[in-house]
């Protein structure tokens, strides 16, 4: 049976990938066998290495440093889409003193490493006279700026990616273009990019890990400080592990409440309903 897009595959082509996907497996299971193997000959599963994480204090500070990883996360996602917002208008804006700007704006700060943006913000800002600057801001302001720039871009993607019929109708019947921005166009863009919102998100909880460069104590932070314990034989692979761990975790976590929002937004807002009837009878 034929598609537009591709030919069903035949009795042998789905041997072939039965045999593929064999032989892929085999071979992800023997490298991590391999390296389980490495571990166990380094002596990184000895008590000694371990010892360290059973130990209350060293539990009360891994929870801290959790706590100071979802505190830069969370205010830093929520300033991320806000900023995104806020750059999608300037970006749309048929005035071009202000998308113009924006533009400029968005690819600046697109373009620069976000390591980079860190470090100028902790260690370049306070000989300037900003001496208010700290870990938790220069990590929060630099996660913002970056995320900030691409989520504005995901955002008109998506908005551009929606038909223009669509805006053209909601203009005929009398809508503003605020009014059409946030009552037809944005609502449909953000349940289209989600899953896409939902990965920049997650970029956005891994790359807290960077904070340890500014001193910021989070879970790298902690990790490469525990990992570092001559007493303990410097557990740098089990502290690795356990921080890699609570980081995998959260992001499935994250991944798991995106879903269910995702699910929960394609039913769509009641308040949008009668808008979208107006537009389908205006088109």
Known sequence: MSNVLFDAPGPRARVRHRYIGAITLVAVVAIFAFILLRFVETGQFTAEKWELFTIPFVHAKILEATIATLQAFGLAAVLSLILGLLLLVGRVSKHRWISV????????????????LMMIMYYGLPPLGFSFVTPFIAVVTGL???NGSVLSEVFRAGIESLPKGQAEAAYAIGMSKTQVMRMILLPQALRAMAPVIVSQLVVVLKDTALGFIVTYQELLYLAK??????????PIIPSTIVMAAIYISLCLLLAGVAKYIEVRTKRGPAKNIRAQQLVNEAA
């Open 225 to 234: 400080f525990y990992g570092a314990q001559p007493n303990y034989g410097s």
């Open 144 to 146: 913002t700026l970056y």
């Open 101 to 116: 700007p924006t533009y400029l704006f968005v690819e600046l700060f697109r373009a620069i490493p976000l390591l980079i």
